[in-house]
Protein backbone atom coordinates (compact mmCIF):
# COMPACT_ATOMS: atom_id res chain seq x y z
CA UNK A 1 0.00 0.00 0.00
CA UNK A 2 0.88 3.70 0.12
CA UNK A 3 3.37 5.15 2.67
CA UNK A 4 3.55 8.78 2.89
CA UNK A 5 6.20 10.51 4.83
CA UNK A 6 6.26 14.25 6.18
CA UNK A 7 8.98 16.34 7.79
CA UNK A 8 9.39 18.39 9.47
CA UNK A 9 7.33 17.20 12.58
CA UNK A 10 7.37 20.59 14.07
CA UNK A 11 8.16 24.07 12.37
CA UNK A 12 8.46 27.14 14.35
CA UNK A 13 8.54 30.25 12.20
CA UNK A 14 8.36 34.12 12.89
CA UNK A 15 5.14 36.19 11.67
CA UNK A 16 5.95 37.11 8.36
CA UNK A 17 8.30 34.08 7.27
CA UNK A 18 7.87 31.35 5.13
CA UNK A 19 7.35 27.66 6.00
CA UNK A 20 7.95 24.61 3.97
CA UNK A 21 6.77 21.26 4.67
CA UNK A 22 7.45 17.82 2.46
CA UNK A 23 6.35 14.93 1.58
CA UNK A 24 7.29 11.58 -0.17
CA UNK A 25 5.48 8.60 -1.08
CA UNK A 26 5.86 5.38 -2.38
CA UNK A 27 3.12 4.69 -5.11
CA UNK A 28 3.97 5.71 -8.24
CA UNK A 29 0.02 5.33 -9.04
CA UNK A 30 -0.97 8.00 -6.89
CA UNK A 31 -2.06 11.18 -8.80
CA UNK A 32 -3.80 13.52 -6.05
CA UNK A 33 -2.22 15.11 -3.13
CA UNK A 34 -4.30 17.33 -1.18
CA UNK A 35 -3.08 19.18 2.08
CA UNK A 36 -5.09 19.64 5.32
CA UNK A 37 -5.16 21.80 7.94
CA UNK A 38 -6.30 20.01 11.20
CA UNK A 39 -7.20 22.56 14.62
CA UNK A 40 -6.85 20.36 17.37
CA UNK A 41 -9.94 18.05 18.11
CA UNK A 42 -11.43 19.61 14.92
CA UNK A 43 -12.26 18.29 11.33
CA UNK A 44 -9.21 18.27 8.26
CA UNK A 45 -10.13 21.30 6.29
CA UNK A 46 -8.76 21.29 2.59
CA UNK A 47 -6.52 24.06 1.84
CA UNK A 48 -4.91 23.37 -1.10
CA UNK A 49 -4.46 20.54 -3.66
CA UNK A 50 -2.54 19.16 -7.07
CA UNK A 51 -2.70 16.20 -9.38
CA UNK A 52 -0.14 14.44 -10.95
CA UNK A 53 -0.43 16.31 -14.20
CA UNK A 54 0.53 19.72 -12.50
CA UNK A 55 4.35 20.09 -11.45
CA UNK A 56 2.88 23.90 -9.01
CA UNK A 57 -0.70 25.17 -7.57
CA UNK A 58 -1.24 28.69 -6.23
CA UNK A 59 -3.64 30.27 -4.00
CA UNK A 60 -2.72 33.24 -2.63
CA UNK A 61 -0.07 32.45 0.64
CA UNK A 62 -0.13 28.92 -0.22
CA UNK A 63 1.20 27.02 -2.93
CA UNK A 64 1.90 23.14 -3.45
CA UNK A 65 5.00 22.03 -5.46
CA UNK A 66 5.16 18.07 -7.25
CA UNK A 67 7.81 16.15 -8.28
CA UNK A 68 6.72 13.26 -9.61
CA UNK A 69 9.97 12.06 -10.46
CA UNK A 70 11.16 11.81 -7.28
CA UNK A 71 7.55 10.70 -5.49
CA UNK A 72 7.69 14.51 -3.67
CA UNK A 73 5.62 17.36 -2.99
CA UNK A 74 5.76 20.39 -0.85
CA UNK A 75 3.46 23.10 0.59
CA UNK A 76 5.21 26.46 0.78
CA UNK A 77 3.17 28.92 3.23
CA UNK A 78 4.27 33.00 2.83
CA UNK A 79 4.01 35.93 4.71
CA UNK A 80 2.67 33.43 7.86
CA UNK A 81 0.49 35.15 10.12
CA UNK A 82 -0.35 33.82 13.68
CA UNK A 83 -3.58 32.02 12.48
CA UNK A 84 -1.64 29.86 10.53
CA UNK A 85 -0.75 27.91 13.85
CA UNK A 86 -2.41 24.76 13.56
CA UNK A 87 -1.08 20.95 12.34
CA UNK A 88 -1.09 20.25 8.41
CA UNK A 89 -1.38 16.58 6.94
CA UNK A 90 -0.52 16.08 3.44
CA UNK A 91 -1.97 13.20 1.89
CA UNK A 92 -1.96 11.04 -1.42
CA UNK A 93 -4.73 8.97 -3.09
CA UNK A 94 -4.71 7.30 -6.78
CA UNK A 95 -8.12 8.41 -7.90
CA UNK A 96 -8.03 5.74 -10.39
CA UNK A 97 -9.44 2.85 -7.97
CA UNK A 98 -11.07 5.25 -5.10
CA UNK A 99 -10.59 8.15 -2.55
CA UNK A 100 -8.96 6.51 -0.52
CA UNK A 101 -6.51 9.04 1.46
CA UNK A 102 -3.11 8.18 2.99
CA UNK A 103 -2.05 11.22 4.92
CA UNK A 104 1.44 11.65 6.23
CA UNK A 105 2.50 12.01 9.77
CA UNK A 106 1.66 15.41 10.46
CA UNK A 107 3.84 18.64 10.74
CA UNK A 108 2.70 21.27 14.31
CA UNK A 109 3.14 24.68 12.73
CA UNK A 110 3.94 27.67 15.58
CA UNK A 111 3.89 31.22 14.07
CA UNK A 112 5.34 32.97 16.36
CA UNK A 113 4.31 36.80 16.83
CA UNK B 1 -20.40 23.32 0.77
CA UNK B 2 -21.11 19.99 1.86
CA UNK B 3 -21.37 18.72 5.50
CA UNK B 4 -20.72 15.78 6.66
CA UNK B 5 -22.01 15.23 10.81
CA UNK B 6 -20.83 12.76 13.30
CA UNK B 7 -22.81 11.65 16.31
CA UNK B 8 -21.60 11.43 19.54
CA UNK B 9 -19.15 13.85 19.27
CA UNK B 10 -17.87 12.73 22.84
CA UNK B 11 -18.61 9.51 24.27
CA UNK B 12 -17.27 7.51 27.05
CA UNK B 13 -17.87 4.05 28.06
CA UNK B 14 -16.83 1.18 30.01
CA UNK B 15 -14.79 -1.31 28.83
CA UNK B 16 -16.12 -4.43 27.36
CA UNK B 17 -19.18 -2.36 26.16
CA UNK B 18 -19.69 -1.60 22.44
CA UNK B 19 -20.39 1.60 20.74
CA UNK B 20 -21.69 2.73 17.66
CA UNK B 21 -20.25 6.22 15.92
CA UNK B 22 -22.80 7.52 12.75
CA UNK B 23 -21.70 9.26 10.29
CA UNK B 24 -24.29 11.06 8.11
CA UNK B 25 -24.18 13.38 4.98
CA UNK B 26 -26.59 16.19 5.48
CA UNK B 27 -26.84 17.77 1.54
CA UNK B 28 -25.67 15.05 -0.59
CA UNK B 29 -25.63 11.52 -1.03
CA UNK B 30 -22.51 9.22 -0.34
CA UNK B 31 -22.17 5.86 -2.07
CA UNK B 32 -18.45 5.51 -0.10
CA UNK B 33 -17.70 6.69 3.16
CA UNK B 34 -14.16 6.42 4.98
CA UNK B 35 -13.33 5.81 8.53
CA UNK B 36 -10.41 6.96 9.84
CA UNK B 37 -8.47 6.57 13.71
CA UNK B 38 -6.42 9.12 14.77
CA UNK B 39 -4.54 9.21 17.98
CA UNK B 40 -3.42 11.91 20.06
CA UNK B 41 -0.95 14.06 18.17
CA UNK B 42 -0.64 11.62 15.30
CA UNK B 43 -1.73 11.15 12.03
CA UNK B 44 -5.35 9.91 10.25
CA UNK B 45 -5.06 6.41 9.86
CA UNK B 46 -7.17 5.03 7.06
CA UNK B 47 -9.41 1.89 8.82
CA UNK B 48 -11.74 1.42 6.10
CA UNK B 49 -13.79 2.40 3.31
CA UNK B 50 -17.32 2.37 3.64
CA UNK B 51 -19.71 1.27 0.52
CA UNK B 52 -23.52 1.33 0.46
CA UNK B 53 -25.41 -2.03 0.18
CA UNK B 54 -22.29 -3.67 -0.18
CA UNK B 55 -19.59 -5.11 2.76
CA UNK B 56 -16.79 -2.74 4.08
CA UNK B 57 -13.17 -3.19 2.72
CA UNK B 58 -10.83 -3.23 5.83
CA UNK B 59 -6.64 -1.89 5.58
CA UNK B 60 -4.51 -4.17 6.46
CA UNK B 61 -3.85 -4.86 10.22
CA UNK B 62 -7.58 -3.10 10.92
CA UNK B 63 -10.05 -6.16 12.71
CA UNK B 64 -12.93 -6.36 10.88
CA UNK B 65 -14.92 -8.16 14.01
CA UNK B 66 -13.98 -5.05 15.95
CA UNK B 67 -14.93 -2.45 14.22
CA UNK B 68 -17.85 -3.10 12.29
CA UNK B 69 -18.83 -0.82 9.32
CA UNK B 70 -22.62 -0.53 8.35
CA UNK B 71 -23.70 1.60 5.09
CA UNK B 72 -27.39 0.85 4.82
CA UNK B 73 -28.00 4.36 3.40
CA UNK B 74 -26.75 7.25 1.17
CA UNK B 75 -26.33 9.25 3.78
CA UNK B 76 -25.36 6.93 6.80
CA UNK B 77 -22.87 5.10 8.14
CA UNK B 78 -21.74 3.27 11.40
CA UNK B 79 -19.26 2.44 12.91
CA UNK B 80 -19.32 0.17 15.90
CA UNK B 81 -16.67 -0.44 18.22
CA UNK B 82 -16.99 -3.59 19.71
CA UNK B 83 -15.89 -5.00 23.26
CA UNK B 84 -14.47 -1.89 23.69
CA UNK B 85 -10.95 -1.42 25.89
CA UNK B 86 -8.91 1.38 26.80
CA UNK B 87 -6.56 0.93 24.15
CA UNK B 88 -9.77 1.70 21.67
CA UNK B 89 -9.77 5.41 23.23
CA UNK B 90 -9.29 7.59 20.17
CA UNK B 91 -10.24 10.00 17.69
CA UNK B 92 -13.04 8.63 15.33
CA UNK B 93 -13.40 10.67 11.75
CA UNK B 94 -15.48 9.86 9.17
CA UNK B 95 -15.33 11.45 5.32
CA UNK B 96 -17.99 11.34 2.55
CA UNK B 97 -17.24 11.38 -1.17
CA UNK B 98 -19.24 13.56 -2.83
CA UNK B 99 -18.67 12.32 -6.33
CA UNK B 100 -16.22 14.01 -7.98
CA UNK B 101 -12.66 11.63 -7.75
CA UNK B 102 -10.79 13.58 -4.46
CA UNK B 103 -14.04 15.26 -3.73
CA UNK B 104 -13.92 14.44 -0.29
CA UNK B 105 -15.67 16.11 3.00
CA UNK B 106 -14.75 15.15 6.57
CA UNK B 107 -16.94 14.90 9.69
CA UNK B 108 -15.94 17.08 13.18
CA UNK B 109 -14.89 13.45 14.45
CA UNK B 110 -15.62 11.58 17.50
CA UNK B 111 -13.52 11.47 20.59
CA UNK B 112 -14.01 7.80 21.99
CA UNK B 113 -12.67 7.02 26.02
CA UNK B 114 -12.85 3.77 27.43
CA UNK B 115 -12.48 3.25 30.68
Known amino acids: GENVEQHPSTLSVQEGDSAVIKCTYS??????FPWYKQELGKRPQLIID?????GEKKDQRIAVTLNKTAKHFSLHITETQPEDSAVYFC????????????FGTGTSLTVIP | GAVVSQHPSWVICKSGTSVKIECRSL??????MFWYRQFPKQSLMLMAT?????????EQGVEKDKFLINHASLTLSTLTVTSAHPEDSSFYIC???????????FGEGSRLTVL
Open chain 1, 50 to 54: IRSNV
Open chain 2, 50 to 58: SNEGSKATY
Open chain 1, 27 to 32: DSASNY
Open chain 2, 95 to 105: SAERGRAGELF
Open chain 2, 27 to 32: DFQATT
Open chain 1, 91 to 102: AASNLNTGNQFY
